[in-house]
């Protein structure tokens, strides 16, 4: 070991390495880079600004706005400028930040979607008590709950990574820094730490995932007892939405973290299903579609436009 060069940056292979098809995804990934920003923080903006969205479901949902925000500005950035540039290089402690932020909103995501399934199953199999469960200690402990388990998941993680030393190659067969793809460039044993991820990463799925299941699996029979069919078609409609985004996120997620590492394409498509496209279609699955946010955007705008008049 003594006589091994320790590195001090990391080369990240990204997505192609064809200049032309490198352009077609810069123009591609930064125009999904700029409709997430501009999706999440007209959420911030429209929660903080209306008062009649003070309910815990857009306390929830201004919470992951911000964590959709933070989760793809910790790599997208990095990868836009790697698409236009010849050096497409990440210094060491760059890359172990980026790995962190991006783990701690990961994991606080999951964390934040299991309790917004609970919140859902409170009012709608629950209205009349809906204000009872759901006080203001509990959600505010659910939100506080949620970042501490993604602070303390990535925290154990990124820093039991700084025993490892990496003597070379120095080549990430991905677009980021994320723990499975550094772990195979370490000269040293990985084996605790690719035990220690795995097994953090099956606690939190195993932590909230059932609690998404059993929530939605209760509302899935509440819908059905409806009798308007259209009525029931729109909860379905919604319920199903929202089911779907969560389990393409954790799937993925879950797949990326627990499954041995290749460097392959499809563990990069992968990555892009739940840290860039999760992101992007977030507001418009749990916002946008949302009656109550259309109104308070329309306020919004009305008042905007009646200043600015």
């Given amino acids: 070991m003594k006589n091994l060069s320790i590195i001090e940056e990391f080369v990240l292979l990204g997505l192609s390495d064809d ?11 930064l125009g999904m880079y700029f409709l997430t920003l501009m999706g999440n923080l007209t959420m911030i903006l429209v929660i903080r600004a209306d008062s009649h969205l003070c309910m815990p479901m857009y306390v929830f949902l201004g919470h992951l ?12 950035p990095k990868m836009l400028q790697n698409f236009l540039s010849q050096k497409k290089t990440i210094s060491m402690w760059g890359c172990i930040m980026q790995s962190f932020f991006f783990t701690l909103s990961g994991g606080t995501e999951s964390c934040l979607l299991s309790a917004m399934a609970y919140d859902r199953y409170a009012a709608i199999c629950h209205p ?14 659910m939100v506080s709950a949620a970042w501490v388990m993604g602070l303390l998941n990535s925290l154990v993680n990124n820093l039991c990574i700084q025993n490892l030393q990496f003597c070379g190659p120095n080549i990430i067969s991905h677009f980021s820094c994320e723990l499975p793809s550094l772990f195979p460039l370490s000269c040293t044993d990985t084996t605790a730490n690719t035990i220690l991820l ?8 195993l932590l909230t995932l059932p609690l998404i299941l059993f929530s939605y699996s209760k509302i899935i029979f509440a819908i059905l007892s409806i009798s308007s069919s259209k009525n ?28 041995p590492s290749s460097g392959s394409v499809l563990e990069r498509v992968v990555s892009i299903q739940y840290g860039v496209i999760t992101s992007l279609i977030n507001p418009l699955i749990y916002s946008f579609k ?11 705008l009305r008042q905007q436009i009646w200043v600015s008049g």
Avoid at 19 to 29: E, G, K, S, Y
Avoid at 65 to 76: A, K, P
Avoid at 200 to 205: C, N, R, V
């Fill in 19 to 29: 200049p032309d098809i490198q352009t077609l995804l810069f123009v591609l990934f």
């Fill in 65 to 76: 706005s911000f964590l959709d925000m933070c989760h793809s500005s910790v790599t997208m």
């Fill in 128 to 141: 009349l008590l809906y204000t009872v469960i759901m006080n203001r200690p509990l959600y505010t402990a």
């Fill in 198 to 205: 795995a097994g953090s990463t099956a606690f939190l799925g």
């Fill in 232 to 259: 029931q078609g729109k909860a379905f409609s919604t319920c199903s939405s929202h089911l779907t985004v969560v389990l393409l996120f954790y799937g993925t997620a879950l797949f990326r973290y627990i499954s």
């Fill in 290 to 300: 949302n009656q109550e946010v259309k109104a308070a955007l329309q306020r919004m």
